[in-house]
């Protein structure tokens, strides 16, 4: 059967203005919450930020505001995915397509506001739940580039209404992936906090986790009705 190309036009129109508005919201996003670091930093005495971004003793008195405000990050991601998708899938897709935006404009906003990361090696604090994430800014960076790509694609195969096969199998390796990035952001949060940054031991979990996940997002895109059992 032959595609309507009326209709292939419509999809795809729908699928140009939704990304510029995702994309959009997640570059405004992004600035706004590095104006606000520069802002916080500036008040806590703070700047230039020539180490990790992180006060121990400013956290503890402002943890009651920072947690739910990172909490809020994730509902207002969640809540442009959801508007922005028209299923599951692809609400998750546009989801991770924010994510990623806003994280990357974040980097830039900071850099062009303050000098601030001086390099990608540069160690930062990514998120403080339940305890605090550390990598260098290129860890969190390459996550990022990977979920606006991936998300794309996705958003865009299931707009034209293909299928994206994810399945039990793929499911599960894109979570463990997942976990072991997670837990490459965690295994030097203590050494780190203490004062001592040496190189990130974390990057051979981190690099797992990556290929595990991105081998499975990207076999569910590419894949086709005669694999729908997701093996």
Do not use: C, H, K
């Not at 990357?104 to 739940?129: E, H, K, S």
């Not at 990022?144 to 996705?154: F, K, P, R, W």
């Amino acid at each position: 059967m032959t595609e309507d190309p009326d209709v292939g036009g419509r999809l795809r129109g729908t699928f140009r203005s939704t990304a510029v508005a995702v994309v959009a919201f997640g570059v405004a996003m992004g600035y706004f919450e590095a104006a606000i670091v520069v802002y916080l930093r500036s008040a806590l005495d703070t700047l230039p930020a020539t180490v990790l971004a992180y006060d121990p003793a400013a956290f503890e008195a402002f943890a009651p505001i920072e947690i739910p405000r990172e909490l809020a990050t994730l509902v207002m991601i969640g809540a442009v995915g959801w508007l922005a998708g028209r299923t599951r899938l692809e609400r998750l897709a546009w989801a991770a397509v924010v994510f990623g935006i806003w994280d990357i404009v974040y980097y830039v906003g900071l850099r062009l506001a303050i000098g601030w990361p001086t390099t990608f090696d540069t160690w930062d604090v990514l998120f403080l739940v339940p305890m605090p994430w550390l990598s260098p800014v290129w860890a969190p960076l390459v996550v990022s580039t990977a979920l606006v790509v991936v998300g794309l694609a996705a958003a865009r195969r299931l707009r034209a209404g293909r299928p994206v096969v994810v399945g039990p199998m793929r499911a599960i390796a894109a979570l463990v992936g997942g976990g072991l990035v997670i837990l490459s952001f965690l295994v030097d949060t203590n050494r780190v906090l203490a004062g001592d940054l040496a190189g990130w031991t974390g990057w051979p979990l981190f690099w797992a986790g990556m290929g595990s996940a991105l081998a499975a997002t990207l076999t569910a895109i590419t894949g086709n009705a005669r694999t729908r059992s997701g093996n």
